[in-house]
């Protein structure tokens, strides 16, 4: 756990102060994001954590301990730190440059090495063609991965990140935060991440902190900040399309409903009948080898009546009109958009588990508004 | 002077050439290992104010434009130096300053400040730094100011003949003094091979001590 009681930094010349008496406790193990404009003094404070910038009055304590009771060095050697620019040492391979907070330990050689090709992998890298690479050789979105496993390199429960993916494209950005993401769950570690991007913090915090001008404006979950935003400044800053914003903290999985009636593809004449019986608007088709396949709605059977072929190819239209549970509301919305559809059938891996309605996505989400 | 007479020069004179050419290597040796053991570690602290780099690269700026005949003649009439060795070495030591200090100053400032920041925010402490990333990350640009100093001071150590140095200078000196050619054009080959041999070698270390990462792009 992170403590900031009472921090101010004042640079010298300015009048206002950068961080201005900051009361904040970041709860372990989990990703606190510190989100704002710039110049609002985000980074800063990320930098006072661990020693980086320090504070001209207050106390950072970690785990209870004040921050200053440690020397600076041996402080960052266990707390990770990632910064938008990677900083990579450009004369050392990418094994070495991962080794070295390992070095600083003074662990044996054989251990470095087991540990540097375990993060090779695990970042997603191609162990024999990275290793001995320089950094001048990597993507911008590798050197990312290779910083982000330098800071982790000895596996420090803290991990400081300054706009880690703020200068990757756009795609490896998305690769970067769901891979982080990923890791954090079986990792749990305590990370302080900044960013000025709010889609960012509401994707990757547990909880965000907003600031302006050097004071904390707003902390919670992105739930609670997305539902309740406190002032006009938060408003606006996470946007006039804050709900929509929301649907991304939810899964289609969430606002699951059970399936009324499931239809065998060979089966489809009696479809009208089954759904009647069932009292259902609409029903999912299965084909011979048991994967889902189409659905069918009321106003389809209507249409078509006793023409079998074409109803066969209405619902076919709809073969790919299904979701994950793990498949965040957007998508789905998109999906849903896409086929002109009222309903998608969501699956769990292959097997079809249960439905997702536009009506049950908007009771979901008001549901949380009203909260 | 026909090739004959420039070689008939060369046997005759086998002894003195070579005694000239080691006073001449001897001292360029000491100046510049002098030179290397002040001015580098002048230039490393002067990165860390700027205000003191200024005013330093300023006085060395000043000292490196004075000519090398009058920078001779002044320090003769110094008691403590006099004639001979002693002034050679001190001029030469001075005029290495410029090139020396700017190179080092130069060489670590333009290391990129966030590979710098990333180093200390991973607790590498600032000798670490200056060993493992400052220093071989400025060597590309502190090797051609080493490389210039050593050539430099090669040929400006030919004009201390003139304050009692018995080098391959005094071969010109004596040469164009009593219209012997041979005698003024061996003083001239010599120091220009020498010059020219030091600054091939140098650059074949420069290859080996560069940094591999450094000379590989994508």
Partial sequence: MIELEQITKQYPGQVMPAVDKLFLSIPKGEICVLVGPSGCGKSTILRMINRMIEPTSGIVKINGEDVTRTDPDQLRMGIGYVIQQIGLLPHRTIAENIAIVPRLYKWPKEKIKKRVDELIVMMGLDLEKTRGKYPSQLSGGQMQRVGVARAMAVDPPIMLMDEPFGAVDPIARTHLQDELLRLQKEIKKTIVFVTHDINEAIKMGDRIAIFNAGKLVQFGTPEEILTNPINEFVEDFIGRDRVVKKLNLYLAGDAMEPIGCVVKEIELQNAAQKMKDAGVEVAFLINEAGKACGQITTSDVEEFGKDIEGLRKRVLRTEKAFVQTTTPFPDALSLLLEYDADYLGILKGEELCGMLSFKGIRKHVYRKEDE | ?218
Avoid at chain 2, 1 to 13: E, G, R
Avoid at chain 2, 155 to 181: D, H, K, M, P
Avoid at chain 2, 202 to 207: A, F, P, S, V, Y
């Fill in chain 2, 1 to 218: 002077m026909t090739l004959s007479d420039f070689i008939s020069f060369l046997m005759k004179n086998t002894k003195t050439i070579m005694e000239y050419s080691e006073n001449h290597f001897t001292l360029v040796l000491l100046a510049v290992g002098i030179s290397l053991a002040i001015w580098v570690p002048v230039g490393l602290l002067l990165t860390k104010s700027d205000k003191w780099a200024a005013r330093v690269l300023a006085l060395a700026n000043t000292i490196f434009c004075i000519p090398s005949l009058s920078m001779f003649a002044i320090l003769v009439t110094i008691p403590m130096f006099g004639l001979g060795r002693k002034s050679a070495l001190f001029a030469l030591v001075l005029y290495a300053m410029m090139p020396l200090i700017r190179s080092v100053y130069d060489g670590v400032k333009n290391v990129d400040r966030n590979v710098i920041e990333a180093a200390q925010g991973m607790g590498m402490s600032t000798r670490r730094i200056l060993v493992e990333i400052l220093v071989p990350l400025g060597m590309p640009i502190i090797f051609a100011g080493f490389r210039i100093t050593v050539v430099m001071t090669t040929g400006i150590a030919a004009i201390a003949t003139y304050i009692g140095e018995r080098n391959l200078g005094r071969f010109i000196q004596e040469g164009l003094v009593r219209s012997n050619t041979p005698m003024m054009v061996t003083g001239a080959l010599i120091i220009s091979v020498i010059a020219i041999g030091l600054d091939t070698i140098l650059g074949l270390i420069e290859k080996r001590i560069v940094p591999k990462g450094l000379r590989i792009s994508r």
